[in-house]
């Protein structure tokens, strides 16, 4: 459990990522890797989310952000790291259709950002058919411009 102590403090397996509100200092794992090793390009975009946990409950959220690679929710609880969940997230199209992209999802991080968790996932064995629908899904979306 991480507590606040002039920043934030990011769980990610046995490495820790601490957040000021000025610089942001990664710690290296033990391999001298740093932490975040993304291999695809995630857009800030907010969409309903639920996430199914293996004892069949269920706790709603939001994104923060998305990609064909993972995404990062904001939840009122915790996950347990390093395990595996079900997740949906409802898209909307360009023309106002409604469609969910679901599959499992494994744990990578969590951070307590006010009353929600941040919680970063990667897509562990997404289907071909919620694949492209991802993918269509992030070819529309307009990067943010800038302030």
């Given at each position: 459990?991480?507590?606040?102590?002039?920043g934030?403090?990011?769980?990610?397996?046995?490495?820790?990522?601490?957040?000021?509100?000025?610089?942001?200092?990664?710690?290296?794992?033990?391999?001298?890797?740093?932490?975040?090793?993304?291999?695809?390009?995630?857009?800030?975009?907010?969409?309903?989310?639920?996430?199914?946990?293996?004892?069949?409950?269920?706790?709603?959220?939001?994104?923060?952000?998305?990609?064909?690679?993972?995404?990062?929710l904001?939840?009122?609880?915790?996950?347990?790291?390093?395990?595996?969940?079900?997740?949906?997230?409802?898209?909307?199209?360009?023309?106002?259709?409604?469609?969910?992209?679901?599959?499992?999802?494994?744990?990578?991080?969590?951070?307590?950002?006010?009353?929600?968790?941040?919680?970063?996932?990667e897509?562990?064995?997404?289907?071909?058919?919620?694949?492209?629908?991802?993918?269509?899904?992030?070819?529309?979306?307009?990067?943010?411009?800038?302030?």
């Amino acid at each position: 459990m991480a507590s606040k102590c002039g920043g934030m403090v990011f769980l990610i397996g046995d490495r820790r990522h601490v957040e000021t509100w000025r610089q942001v200092l990664i710690l290296e794992n033990q391999d001298g890797f740093p932490m975040d090793n993304r291999g695809s390009v995630r857009k800030l975009v907010t969409l309903k989310a639920r996430v199914l946990l293996a004892q069949g409950r269920v706790v709603d959220g939001r994104t923060h952000d998305l990609s064909l690679g993972g995404l990062s929710l904001l939840l009122i609880a915790p996950l347990v790291p390093k395990t595996t969940v079900q997740v949906a997230i409802q898209l909307t199209g360009s023309a106002g259709a409604m469609q969910v992209v679901s599959g499992p999802a494994k744990v990578v991080f969590q951070v307590l950002r006010g009353d929600d968790y941040q919680i970063g996932l990667e897509w562990s064995g997404l289907d071909s058919r919620n694949q492209g629908l991802l993918q269509t899904f992030l070819d529309q979306v307009k990067a943010p411009k800038p302030s």
